[in-house]
Antibody
Framework: EVQLVESGGGLVQSGGSLRLSCAAS????????MSWVRQAPGKGLEWVAN????????YHVDSVKGRFTISRDNAKNSVYLQLDSLRVEDTAVYYC?????????????WGQGTLVSVSS | QSALTQPASVSGSPGQSIAISCTGT?????????VSWYQQHPGKAPKLMIY???DRPSGVSNRFSGSKSGNTASLTISGLQAEDEADYYC????????????FGTGTKVTVL
């Protein structure tokens, strides 16, 4: 069974940095794209970034380009999100998700989320 | 990368059928077979309900079905049950920028 466990969230001041981690268990982590999705308090889901199997392809939503960076370590079955130059509007629960199913473009597995709070 | 448009709320009585629409553009929903739907209960992580427009993951009730016409995708819940009360989000791969996904605005389903 696939399990994803996020960590690294917390309270940080505007302009600060955090590094989120997502540890995956279950088979074949290195065979799948991975993604980060966030949800601001009381708001909807927002796709943030994804990364391909060997880390050579990375994509980020426009609002975080140049500030956030996704990476992975297949030897550790982990994916990361480096958050720099944080803004109050980055406050959200950040979910790690693994693609699955059919064309492989749906988020079939989710972690429990880690809360990032950015204060002014 | 604007969010896909969903109705804010949809309601129905137990046993009824409801449909949730998800409207995008010719750059995302209109030209993508990678449309998916997610159910989210309060305080919980989202759960995949439909992938590739019409397919259900193992374990998801066949009361949930998906379809697409033009730039609009739809999720239908038949035989509405109390446990279906949740937030629902659509999601599409977008061809406007390689590798990018966009979620819908979300719909609150209320079982009366």
């Amino acid at each position: 069974e696939v399990q994803l466990v996020e960590s690294g969230g917390g309270l940080v001041q505007s302009g600060g940095s955090l590094r989120l981690s997502c540890a995956a268990s279950g088979l074949a982590f290195s065979n799948f794209w991975m993604s980060w999705v966030r949800q601001a308090p009381g708001k909807g889901l927002e796709w943030v970034a994804n990364i391909n199997q060997d880390g050579s392809q990375k994509y980020h939503v426009d609002s975080v380009k140049g500030r956030f960076t996704i990476s992975r370590d297949n030897a550790k079955n982990s994916v990361y999100l480096q958050l720099d130059s944080l803004r109050v509007e980055d406050t959200a629960v950040y979910y790690c998700a693994r693609y699955c199913c059919g064309s492989g473009t749906s988020f079939g597995y989710w972690g429990q989320g880690t809360l990032v709070s950015v204060s002014s | 990368q604007s969010a896909l448009t969903q109705p804010a709320s949809v309601s129905g009585s137990p046993g009824q059928s409801i449909a949730i629409s998800c409207t995008g553009t010719s750059s995302d929903v209109g030209r993508s077979n990678s449309v998916s739907w997610y159910q989210q209960h309060p305080g919980k992580a989202p759960k995949l309900m439909i992938y590739d427009v019409t397919d259900r993951p193992s374990g998801v009730s066949n009361r949930f079905s998906g379809s697409k016409s033009g730039n609009t995708a739809s999720l239908t819940i038949s035989g509405l049950q109390a446990e279906d009360e949740a937030d629902y989000y659509c999601c599409s791969y977008t061809d406007s920028t390689v590798g990018v996904y966009v979620f819908g605005t979300g719909t609150k389903v209320t079982v009366l």
